[in-house]
């Protein structure tokens, strides 16, 4: 066992290039010496072990808001105090988003909004494919192309672009907007980052603003007139808490599904016996998705606070003190996954926390499945050949903070 004091928080993100190479040799760490671990300069414990990730979770007394935390929780303090100069929204849109929410009001504006997005999710398969085929189409003929940019990158926005609602003539600027929005996830980022986050929020919001204003008078059948017409049947919603949590499922959605079918796809390449297994059994796709999201998750935590004076994992914790929940270091738990370093597209374990769970179990999860189920199977059916363009080449990913995603992935077709 190493002397080294053990990680945390702020070694546990992809700044961290030992983090960033193998966020594991930390994690097992991590979990072997002190699977609740708390973390003095951050202000929070860490928890590892998949049984008391899953127990945390799951219990719905447990609380979300930073303002509920205790002073010495610094990232929810900075959370608390974040301010962009320049961004331009209501006091209502920029205070409404449901992933950092607590009840009543989190149910209150959830509830409808998922009742409408899986309405949509449950018949927009042909949607999904059209989209995949259509960007396979632009690389079919190419010997090589960039999976992330060329179509990780693209199938999630224009997905729920068109689910929303968005222009066709707007998805251009709307793709541009998303990405920059996106920056807005990044604590780290640059000056000019912050600049582009400011044109982009104000730019999403407008038009977003706009698109509820005219839905509201004329609907067509997209999740923005779904969600004016349940507000004008009476739901206890303000137009300022729809036009963030539309917002929130295009950023969120888009970022991490991304990564979701980035990081599936050289997954596969790299477990060519895998791969393999898939081709000759395409009824192994939701499986294999299960297991991507299992051994490589787009999202590293999650946190709560403690509503209470209680114990996990035999560690007490106090009422307002914070909990981060590491969702990689759980789902590669031994005592829940024999073989856990093991990428097996069959496996039968126990369920993984790629999504999160109890009452903030992401409420795009389905929509990513799906996406990623269309887009492996008629990638490899339309590339039978695919490879990776340098076997032997390192994977970069990017430095977002708490996610994994990869900045490029060079990819030949025969």
Known sequence: MSDAPLPGVFQLTPLNPEFNDDPHALLDRLRGACPVHRDTEAGTFILTRHEDVRGVLSDTSMW???????????????????????????DEEARSGILLMDEPDHMRIRGPFAKALYKRVAKCKPLVQRVVDQWLDRVAG?????????????????????????????????????????LGLNPFRSEDDTRRLVTASNALSSYMNELMRRRAAEPRDDLVSDMMRLKAEGAALGDGEISNNLQGLLIGGNLTTTDLIGNAIWLLLKHPQELAKLKADPALINNAVEEVLRYESPVDITGRIAPRDMEVG????????SLFMSLRGANRDPAAFPDPHRFDVARKDAPHVAFGGGLHLCIGAPLARLEAQVALLTLFERFPKLRLADA??????????????????PVATG
């Open 64 to 90: 979300r808001g930073p303002d509920r935390a205790e002073p010495e929780a610094m990232i929810q303090r900075a959370i608390l105090e974040q301010r962009v100069e320049g961004i331009r929204v209501s």
């Open 142 to 182: 190419k010997s090589r192309f960039d999976a992330m940019e060329d179509f990780a990158l693209r199938v999630p926005i224009d997905v729920i672009a068109r689910i929303l609602g968005v222009d066709e003539s707007r998805l251009d600027e709307f793709r541009e907007w998303s990405e920059g929005a996106i």
């Open 314 to 321: 035999g560690c007490p914790v106090k009422q307002s003190q």
């Open 392 to 409: 032997d080449a390192k994977p970069e990913w990017r430095t977002m903070p708490f996610f994994r995603g990869l900045k490029e992935l």
